[in-house]
């Protein structure tokens, strides 16, 4: 059986876009401000990185109006929720691999 | 980190980031219990209102029960306005109460016109059978604010 690194994604590898993707793996959608608020990041570095992610067909972006200001809200694609749920099915392998269990619930499956 | 083979502490660490951010979506959702509320508390309202004119024909009757309704729609759109984020879960679980709260009320309303429970002249009897028919809507927002 080969290693579960191997299920890593090279995208995620990145904190800032491994945080993007496991707050929009819990939403249905978020809207921009609310994503960079929660990473805690600048909007620069957010749009940088939400660039990539669409490039790789994991984000998608929508542009709305409430109170006649311009929105953009921010969901996964399903090849975004696929490829980060095998990316956590990896990590979660990983972390009890040589036997460490746990030690929250939360690790072991991550709530939605 | 080596991301291309973290460690055992490495990969805890990030599925604990990965709990951390979806707790914030959940966190997220509570708008959704304060515009289950805001149904049921614009409901009760125009209840207690026809309750206290049982005989109907009021002009102060109709203009309250105009204003509640455009106080409730605005509230709701207002608390609409204020989603940030919505888990697939809150999305679910309020179509869910909305479908359970309709079928809810039409049995309950349905009961109270058979029985003879609401008849004319019999004010607080309609205050009692919305005040049941909002049941789902309190338990379903009650719901929503106690998830973490």
Not at chain 2, 110 to 132: E, K, P
Request: glycine letters at 10%; hydrophobic letters at 50%.
């Amino acid at each position: 059986m080969s290693h579960p690194r191997h299920l890593l994604d090279d995208l995620l590898g990145h904190p800032v876009r491994f945080s993007i993707m496991a707050l929009l793996a819990a939403a249905d959608r978020a809207e921009f401000g609310f994503v960079r608020d929660q990473v805690e990041v600048n909007d620069s570095v957010l749009s940088k990185q939400i660039s990539t992610l669409q490039e790789a067909g994991y984000v998608k972006a929508h542009k709305g109006y409430v109170d006649n200001r311009a929105r953009t809200w921010l969901s996964l694609t399903g090849q975004g929720r696929r490829t980060f749920e095998r990316h956590m099915s990896a990590l979660r392998e990983i972390a009890e691999g040589d036997g460490v269990q746990s030690p929250r619930p939360a690790l072991a499956r991550v709530k939605t | 980190m080596n991301a291309a083979n973290p460690s055992p502490e490495q990969a805890q660490a990030a599925l604990a980031e990965a709990a951390a951010r979806a707790a914030g979506v959940r966190r997220a959702d509570r708008p959704l219990r304060n515009l289950l509320f805001a149904v049921a508390g614009t409901w009760l309202a125009a209840a207690a209102v026809i309750s206290l004119f049982p005989r109907g024909g009021s002009l102060v009757a109709d203009v309250s029960i105009a204003a509640i309704m455009l106080a409730g729609i605005g509230g709701i759109v207002f608390i609409g306005t204020r989603v940030k984020a919505l888990s697939r879960w809150a999305l679910g679980w309020f179509a869910v109460s909305i479908i359970g709260f309709c079928v809810w009320s039409g049995l309950v309303d349905g009961v109270s016109l058979w029985s003879g429970f609401w008849a004319s002249r019999q004010g607080s009897h309609f205050l009692i059978t919305v005040s049941v028919d909002v049941i789902p809507l309190v338990i379903a927002g009650w719901l929503v604010g106690r998830r973490r």
